[in-house]
């Protein structure tokens, strides 16, 4: 079907307020970076010419103050991480380059010393790196070790006599790699290393470490190489950090979770090395939480070009000789992209929501234990969700403009290439998903042994209880698998939220239902054969992860919904969204169909109107495809695509005029045969 | 579960044989290009390094002789059309740039002389292309038109008083795009443009055109622009090509199937303009057959670094404390992995089917019209399925390998760069999938008309048989949509082939039957209404041509499979195969699960056993990976990726041996602590 012919009035800022959400003034200045002369790296060059150009936006954002947005009031701030974080995400629509450099620097580097830090240590190294005076490395990742931090090889072991710490390199495996601001720029790094005090090992900390004289020379005892070529970001200047007895002050140490006094004795607020460990990591949640919105940023760039491109461009005769198809009246472009809308609506939407906990937690209006760990929850789930979805959206972008989407100016393949590792950094979005499902599941190693079956059921309920912001369903886990959730089967419409939610979160319910009871053997077990237990359900644990993560998801978006059903004069928004909504959740439910109808939540019946409402919603979205992207906010300066700004129009209105003009001469009578035996044909393959 | 501890015993060069297929010399032969020193051009560099270095490449390739083997004996080729594809796709392990570009010079610009050219044209022009002495571009997808070749819009007017073509572009959109070699090297090409004479529209014919002079200056009323950076391929020059009333002689009309005499007469050996357009086009389908061979290479590349690293790469303890878990013991990691694994030995077999099928045709033991629209038929539908997997597949090899996977010394982001566009040129994956599913419901436009509603499912049932080199279950086409197919649910086990080949097959069966059913009305409709009708059903459509292709692929490998079965000293590799087919039939049917539920194929007890009998298959071949992947036969100079030969290993013994002489040294107690808390802290996370 064509698109729809009757679509809805919309005003795209409507739908724009509801996308930019609380902090939607940070996040247009952000937006506003672009028209700063030097924002905007080149696309291509050599590595030398991308770095400098990418140094000089991460100044450019310096400059405009949005670094201090995040630093307490003492320090100039404003205290507002989430108005920061808002403001940096928007950074992508200059570029990812510049946006990455700028949170390695401002985020990563400046982020441990304004979290891990003292005050003394605020007044010496933030501000001059808030204001990218002072160019730093977050040194944390080695060749041997990403995934796992707590087993990096570095060493920081404590010398009493001279009162400094000397930081090792063991063994090339140790070697800090992958590290931004390393390979040309950075002058100083925070290392991450096992600090070694007095003959014990206490774990993973922070030191300050300079690795660089003023004129760049790496100092003595660093050794630095360079990452050389990457799959994308070629302006941010990765590298590897290795040392050979570099010897730090003992105040060098960022000790806010952890401290050295003179003579080596060691100090922590925090008992548990493992607690301690993972509250100096939680403090630097703030990189996932800006990854999910910078993913956001760019799958709206990536819509808002090939959606454009789709209203313009034709192919193929359909309905007649001679006026050829729009793309996006092809039900398969409308099934290719409008999901892919919808998808963007609810990632967008649910980092709102994740702002919002992020704000509570890093202002100190709720930075409780359970604040944090939903904030850590729902931070690592949404991003491992919103990066995977930035990378299938933009690759579609890019197919669905054909040739043109290939070219470099028109933007798709280079953000794409950009936003690869997006799915890697920060945290694997593998591991970041069994986190997420072993927080749904209590901490398995820790705490199962101990409990017995009925009590791990209870466990969970209140475990996952603790990580949902809204009503997760989990409650339920005590029902029996397969039993009929009537409320749900009562419902006659399948676009009705009730069900939707009510398929989703059962789906959750049980999920995490099964694994526990598949694991329940494992209390008994030795280590190995727990460990082989826990393994064998790993692709169950991330599933279960994953669904309830996109049940979160879904749930930001209904929530989004609702705020306005009051309204009448906005009742064509609502009615868009809800499309929206649905058209997620059903696809959705859709992906996992086998599941809903074999655990007997969704009768055949019903399943089978799944897939063409699927179609039907694609269709009437499709008829206002042009406002739902305009939502978004951006003009030329963000797109910069050749093919999103009306050359295709312009060249058909030529071609037109050609065939008319021909028409109209005699002695031309030939090229309107050549156009109609063309079409002839063509609409016959 | 970890890796199978009890491995089959496999010979890789057995594994090897079935998926090299007939021509193994001739792929062994294009494997070796690499060792030639201008065959691998360099991974970085400017545009102009990369494009004279892949040049250079290319000319390589001539040098070998290997670009003679597909020209008619006469000519002093071997008439090998299947052994020139094989060698020529295995380029890929030199570099995808140099593979398409040599692909533009042999196979499109060589390839349109030699197929629609005539004896003479042949000596001209076909011996200096073949030895790369003539350097030539493919000129037929314009600006405004890709998918659509035949409503181009550049003109060949024929001139009768001169004898000569006139050729014009005449309004922006016409203009000739993505043109390789165009941009720097080309001196002529074959033009594709509408052909004019005495008035009448002949639709498009081919003629070669020359566009630069001896020292490389484009010739008056040849405009030339440079497309500049593109999202990979970096080494083809591509470019866009207009002409300005270029006069070339009569006698450069490639015309074996249109021909203009002096007088301005047009002839042609094929009475419908229609018919012609696809028969000239047809010939150019080596294009397809060889992209769905490259793609095979290409996913095997990516798999032989992504699973050598994965056997060698540790992270996180499981079982102890100190000794680390292989990436690829992770049940994740296997589920990732192995189904990609299994797809690209179907991919692989089935495309050494289509490599049958197109040497028949072309080298002239079959080239009926029978066995041109099956060749057709596969080519389109094998090039759209392995091309999007092998970018699946690329990007989970790059994600499976972390961050080192994103390094460009690593290949995977490169290869998948390069390979982005397959989806695209040489046939639109989409559109490519469309003309398959056409092909399976007969011509809609042309046939529908005539037939009534019983003669629709014969016509559809007699037509599908014709594409199908195997059962493809499409004569059951009459069957009752719904009805239980008694055969498939009486076998017990989901690991039988029967099971899945009734499951696969019953799929395409009643998906082109509903189909059918839904446009049934279309035959009395308005043009506009049939129109609108058959849009509506264009995601079923797409979506009914996969599920055939995929059919095809399983069966291929069904017969592999079984060519092994009365050899009881390859019974392991036998075994092995038969996991690959299961693994590749069970999540093809996991994808659709929901489908074959609803529509009574597979019990619910039956589906439930999918996912784990998918999870048991990961593991056992995971036991067998190594082995798997050394079959594709390619070295360390294929692979060229730094973490595939070895170095993960080294650096580990590296560090065990760091941490062994500590604990070995009274003096340095504090390492093996070090070790050991943080890996506690590790499995505890």
């Known amino acids: 079907m064509t698109r729809s012919k009757t679509p809805l009035t919309l005003d795209p800022a409507v739908l724009g307020a509801l996308l930019d959400g609380a902090w939607a003034a940070e996040r247009r200045r952000g937006r506003a970076l672009v028209e700063h002369p030097d924002a905007i790296p080149p696309v291509t060059g050599d590595l030398d010419e991308l770095r400098a150009a990418t140094l000089r936006g991460v100044k450019a954002l310096a400059e405009s103050g949005a670094t201090f947005r995040s630093l307490p009031e003492e320090l100039g ?179 806010r979770y952890g401290d050295v006094a003179p003579d080596g004795t060691y100090s922590s607020p925090i008992d548990s090395p493992g607690r301690r460990f993972f509250t100096m990591l939680g403090t630097l949640v703030q990189g996932r939480v800006s990854l999910d919105g910078a993913a956001v940023v760019a799958a709206k760039l990536g819509l808002d070009i090939a959606i454009r491109y789709g209203l313009e461009r034709r192919q193929f005769t359909g309905a007649d000789d001679t006026e050829e198809v729009v793309l996006l009246d092809y039900q398969q472009h409308q099934r290719r992209l409008m999901p892919l809308l919808a998808e963007t609506y609810a990632n967008g939407i649910a980092h709102e929501v994740l702002l919002e906990s992020f704000q509570q937690v890093f202002s100190g209006t709720d930075d409780s234990d359970e604040a944090r760990q939903v904030l850590e929850t729902q931070a690592a789930g949404f991003k491992a969700v919103s990066t995977w979805s930035a990378l299938d959206i933009l690759q579609e972008c890019r197919e669905a403009c054909g040739g043109a989407g290939f070219m470099t100016e028109n933007r798709l393949t280079g953000l794409r290439s950009d936003l690869d590792i997006f799915v890697t950094f920060e945290g694997d979005n593998t591991v970041l998903l069994q986190l997420v499902g072993k927080r749904l ?29 809204y009503r997760s369903g989990l409650a339920n886990v005590g029902r029996t698998i397969g039993e009929v959730l009537t409320p749900g089967l009562t419902e006659r419409r399948i676009r009705s939220g009730r069900l939707q939610q009510m398929l989703l979160s059962a789906r959750v319910d049980t999920m995490v239902a099964e694994l526990a009871g598949n694991l329940r053997p494992a209390a008994k077990m030795s280590r190995a054969d727990a460990a082989a237990l826990l393994n064998e359900n790993q692709h169950e644990l991330i599933e279960a992860a994953r669904a309830y993560i996109e049940l979160l998801k879904w749930e930001a978006l209904d929530t989004a919904l609702h705020s306005l059903d009051d309204d009448p004069a906005r009742a064509d928004e609502a009615k868009a969204l809800r499309r929206i909504r649905d058209l997620y959740g059903l696809t959705l439910i859709e992906r996992k169909i086998g599941w809903h109808i074999m655990y007997g939540r969704l009768s055949m019946n019903r399943a089978r109107q799944v897939g063409p409402t699927i179609s039907r919603l694609c269709t009437k979205l499709a008829g206002n495809a042009a406002d739902l992207v305009a939502a978004f906010g951006y003009g030329p300066e963000h797109r910069r695509a050749t093919i999103a700004e009306g050359i295709e129009a312009e060249r058909q209105a030529e071609a037109r005029e050609h065939y008319r003009r021909a028409r109209a001469q005699a002695d031309h009578p030939v090229d309107e045969k050549v156009l109609h035996a063309a079409r002839k044909t063509a609409a016959r393959s």
């Open 441 to 469: 599941l209590g901490d398995y190693a820790a705490e199962f042994k101990n409990i017995d079956f009925g009590g791990v059921a209870r466990f969970i309920g209140t475990q996952a209880a603790e990580h949902s912001l």
């Open 77 to 255: 701030g404003a205290n507002d991480h989430a108005g920061y974080v808002a403001a940096f995400e928007e950074a992508v629509t200059a570029s990812p380059s510049l946006q990455i450099k700028a949170g390695v620097q401002f985020g990563l580097f400046g982020g441990a010393i304004q979290h891990l830090g003292n005050a003394e240590q605020h007044a010496q190294w933030l501000l001059p790196a808030q204001r990218a005076e002072l160019l730093g490395c977050f040194a944390m990742t080695e060749i041997g070790h990403g995934s796992d931090v707590a087993s990096i090889g570095t060493t920081a072991v404590y010398d009493p006599e001279e009162q400094e710490f000397v930081i090792t390199t063991p063994f090339r495996a140790a070697t800090k790699e992958y590290i931004g601001n390393a390979a040309a720029h950075g002058r100083a790094a925070v290392v991450f290393a096992q600090l070694v005090t007095a003959g014990v090992d206490h774990g993973v900390h922070a030191l300050f470490v300079p690795i660089r004289d003023e004129s760049g020379v790496p100092l003595p005892g660093v050794t630095i190489e360079d990452d050389g070529r990457k799959g994308g970001l070629l302006g941010v200047d990765n590298g590897r950090l290795s040392f050979d007895g570099v010897r730090v002050p003992r105040t060098n140490l960022l000790n």
